[in-house]
């Protein structure tokens, strides 16, 4: 078996765009500043073994999401920028604890950290071709299930 990522990482899109609270989704890291409003972007963080979840015939693997949402650090007052990212950061994470397979797709969000750190969010600030976000940054765990067959 193989890893999926293609549809994993659209599984994972689709939460942050039926939303409906963010300009743009991008399935990457972007390169140069995503823009004016809010901004959602997913990649690939890390893939690690679980030897908790593994057997003797495969291997079940922890796949990390990086999931960061910015927002330009000069655009509103001061005051309101954090509310609306910890907004759309909170409605987020509740999404993905509400499809806690992502459609059966993988056998867990790692929530509370079974398998490894739990889901969590940290906030930041990230300057880009002169523009300062203030980011929040969701790792997002998720257990894919006998993903690598073993052999002898």
């Known amino acids: 078996m193989s890893l999926a990522i293609n549809d994993l990482l659209s599984r994972a899109e689709s939460h942050a765009l039926t939303l409906a609270r963010f300009e743009r989704v991008n399935g990457h890291e972007p390169k140069n500043p995503p823009g004016h409003g809010l901004t959602a972007a997913l990649w690939v963080q890390r893939i690690t073994p679980v030897p908790a979840a593994s057997g003797l015939a495969s291997t079940s693997v922890r796949l990390e999401l990086g999931v960061r949402l910015y927002i330009p650090a000069d655009t509103q007052d001061p005051d309101t920028i954090d509310p ?5 950061t909170d409605a987020l994470m509740d999404a993905y604890s509400g499809d806690f397979s992502l459609g059966g797709a993988v ?19 990230l300057e880009q ?24």
């Open 84 to 88: 609306h990212l910890t907004e759309a």
């Open 107 to 125: 056998q867990q969000v790692d929530l509370l950290g079974a398998y490894g750190d739990p889901m969590d969010a940290q906030a930041g600030y």
């Open 129 to 152: 071709d002169s523009t300062v976000f203030r980011v929040m940054t969701i790792q997002l765990p998720l257990i894919v299930s006998d993903l690598w067959t073993q052999e002898a």
